[in-house]
């Protein structure tokens, strides 16, 4: 494939809704971020996978915020109960390799993000 | 927690002129990237320092992490117009899968 795709790439909800955000990284990488980025902001660290282990949740604002990776490949980030401070701009990223592997290069590759608006 | 601080946040400089963006950590970090995002566009990855006191360089950008490994800096010689966007460092402390972005430069550089 070209590179990590988001879906949907806009999202309008009412407050108080759910939403479901889909990462698909690039094949074969092992690593999976997600980050939220606020307006003039620099991306936000939500949440870190290894292959289907979330081995790190520390960035996520409340337990309304949860993430999967059952098999190790497509990620869905899912926000229960909307709130209009959870407007931002998600982003996902994937990694070849493990997070800190210092031998080879850690590059994040990006995917194009889903804009979620909460009115 | 860990902080990564980038200044300045915004520059605009004259097409030709120089340009250096500056991180700081709290805490000393592993290793630390560097990313630029154009308007409208996602983070797309420039480069990763590991060492002391590297210093590393991609034509006309130069990349240096200090020797406390705590700072980091890049600077582009002789903007152009194509240099126009936000530059990110992110940061990742030892012993933890977490990087922490910088708060951003914005480059402005006018023809």
């Known amino acids: 494939g070209a590179g990590v795709s988001q879906s949907p790439r806009y999202k309008v909800a009412k407050r108080g809704q759910d939403v479901a955000l889909r990462c698909d990284p690039i094949?074969?990488?092992?690593?999976l971020f997600w980050y939220q980025q606020a307006l003039g902001q620099g991306p936000e660290f939500l949440t870190y996978f290894q292959n289907e282990a979330q081995l790190d949740k520390s960035g996520l604002p409340s337990d309304r915020f949860f993430a999967e990776r059952p098999e190790g490949s497509v990620s869905t980030l899912k926000i229960q109960r909307t709130q209009q401070e959870d407007s931002a701009v998600y982003l996902c990223?994937?990694?070849?390799?493990?997070?800190?592997?210092?031998?080879?290069?850690?590059?994040?590759?990006f995917g194009p993000g889903t804009r979620l608006t909460v009115l | 927690g860990q902080q990564v601080m980038q200044i300045p946040q915004y520059q605009h400089v004259q097409e030709g002129e120089d340009f250096t963006t500056y991180c700081n950590s709290s805490?000393?970090?592993?290793?630390i990237q560097w990313y630029k995002q154009r308007p409208g566009g996602h983070p797309v990855f420039l480069i990763q320092l590991v060492k002391s006191g590297e210093v590393k360089k991609q034509k006309r950008l130069t990349f240096q992490f200090g020797e406390a490994k705590k700072n980091s800096s890049l600077h582009i010689t002789a903007t152009q117009t194509t240099d126009v966007g936000t530059y990110f460092c992110?940061?990742?402390?030892?012993?933890?899968?977490?990087?922490?972005f910088g708060t951003g430069t914005r480059l402005k550089v006018l023809a």
């Open positions: 992110a940061g990742r402390a030892s012993g933890t899968y977490k990087y922490n």
């Open positions: 990223a994937s990694s070849l390799v493990l997070a800190g592997g210092l031998t080879r290069n850690d590059e994040q590759f």
């Open positions: 094949s074969g990488h092992v690593s």
């Open positions: 805490t000393t970090l592993s290793n």
